[in-house]
């Protein structure tokens, strides 16, 4: 059905901009105050992201359910 379909995507938009959204602006941020974004504590609070990501990635969770 065609409007089924349309309801997916929208609804996949909705769901996915917020990520998308802060996503851009933190490399926009990262890229325009890299040395006053580039600190310890920014640092430590992206590797513990990265390695709960990896850690997810393998056992296999969804992320955004």
Do not use: D, M, Q, W
Not at 7 to 16: D, M, P
Not at 37 to 55: H, R
Request: proline share 2%.
């Amino acid at each position: 059905n065609k409007i089924t379909t349309i309801a997916y995507i929208f609804g996949t938009i909705i769901y996915i901009f917020p990520i998308i959204f802060v996503g851009i602006n933190f490399v926009r941020r990262l890229l325009t105050n890299f040395k006053e974004e580039c600190n310890e504590k920014n640092f430590t609070i992206g590797i513990s992201c990265a390695i709960a990501l990896g850690i997810s990635y393998i056992a296999g969770h969804v992320l955004l359910a």
